[in-house]
């Protein structure tokens, strides 16, 4: 039998963190038609950019077809337009739709209401030293760093 201790396990405990974080948010973000999955596409496009499906993929760190499906329902809830890439034609070019757009606000009191109340408690050194170690954890995980994810042979 194995003892796992989660609360000792980074990857456990900043996985709980993340659903939690993407609880709260959840219930807010659904009065204004978005998910906490929309995001990261949202914060790219907020900043007035047109950007490729591709693009998004990357800079949300996700698969393609993860993305098309993202896409695809925040279009069809209003919150993004499509045109063709004129300098590609096999691509389109998403942005933000007025009314998303109209939502910046909103989106980031609903963000920074969730992060207050995660950090609660916290010191200003606390906080910027946990978003170092996270930011550090990244770089570890998503680089050369990263282990192999297959299994060893039994």
Do not use: C, W
Request: cysteine-free.
């Amino acid at each position: 039998m194995i003892d796992f201790q989660k609360t000792l396990s980074a990857g456990h405990m900043t996985s709980r963190a993340a659903r939690l974080f993407s609880r709260v948010a959840d219930r807010r973000l659904k009065l204004i038609g978005m998910a906490p999955g929309q995001l990261p596409v949202y914060y790219e496009l907020a900043k007035g950019a047109q950007l490729t499906q591709k693009a998004l993929a990357e800079a949300a760190a996700v698969e393609q077809p993860t993305m098309a499906a993202t896409l695809s329902r925040m279009e069809r809830d209003g919150l993004l337009n499509r045109a063709p890439d004129l300098k590609d034609k096999r691509s389109s070019l998403f942005s933000l739709t007025p009314a998303a757009l109209g939502n910046a606000a909103l989106v980031r009191q609903i963000i920074d209401d969730g992060n207050n109340a995660a950090l609660a408690g916290f010191s200003d050194a606390e906080q910027a030293a946990l978003l170092d170690m996270l930011n550090r954890i990244i770089a570890n995980l998503d680089g050369s760093n990263s282990p192999d994810t297959a299994l060893p042979p039994k």
